[in-house]
C-alpha cells in the first residue's frame, strides 16, 4: 500500500490588491448577483465569466420549488459563454454570494456539478481558467479548475 497526497494551492487576496481585469471580473459577478432567483434559499449567487477574447457573460443562480431543477450562478453564466462563443476558451471566473443583506465574508465554494462543469470547460479548450471566489475579508483564487476538483473524471477517462 502507498499514500496519496492531493495539494491545492489558493491565492488569498484583498480585492485592493487585485489588478483592473480582475476587479471588474469580481464587479461583475457580484451585480449579477442581483439577478438571482432564490426565494427559497435566498443566498444568491452571481458569476461573471471573462473569455479570451475579452467578452463577458454573466449568470445567476435560478432555483426551483421542485430543487433539483434549479440551476446555479456558475453553470449559467458558462453555458451562456460557451453557447454564445463555442470556439472560445475560458480566461477566469469570478463568483460572488450574497446573502442577509450583504455579501459573505467568507469566499464561497463551487457545488460538486459546477466544480464538474468548470473542468470540462478547462479540459474542452486544454487550458486553465483562472477562478476567483469572492468574500468581503478575502477573495481566493484558483490557477485551474483541476486545483478545485482533482482527481476527476474527465472525457479521457471514457476511452478506458
Not at 440551476?71 to 453555458?79: D, G, I, V
Request: proline fraction near 4%.
Amino acid at each position: 500500500m502507498k499514500n496519496l497526497e492531493i495539494v491545492t494551492r489558493i491565492s488569498a487576496y484583498k480585492y485592493e490588491e487585485l489588478n483592473s481585469e480582475d476587479k471588474a471580473l469580481i464587479d461583475k459577478a457580484k451585480e449579477a448577483t442581483n439577478l438571482s432567483y432564490s426565494p427559497y434559499s435566498h443566498f444568491a449567487v452571481g458569476a461573471a465569466v471573462l473569455l479570451e477574447d475579452g467578452k463577458i457573460f454573466t449568470g445567476a443562480n435560478q432555483e426551483n420549488a421542485a430543487y433539483p431543477s434549479g440551476l446555479c450562478a456558475e453553470r449559467t453564466a458558462m453555458f451562456y459563454a460557451n453557447a454564445q462563443c463555442p470556439n472560445t476558451a475560458v480566461k477566469s471566473i469570478a463568483i460572488a454570494c450574497f446573502t442577509g443583506g450583504h455579501f459573505t465574508s467568507k469566499p464561497g465554494s463551487p457545488c460538486g456539478n459546477c466544480r464538474q462543469v468548470l473542468l470540462e470547460t478547462e479540459h474542452r479548450f486544454r487550458h486553465p481558467m483562472r477562478i476567483m471566489l469572492y468574500g468581503t475579508e478575502e477573495i481566493y483564487v484558483f490557477e485551474s479548475a483541476e486545483s478545485l476538483l482533482p482527481h476527476s473524471f474527465v472525457d479521457d477517462d471514457l476511452n478506458g
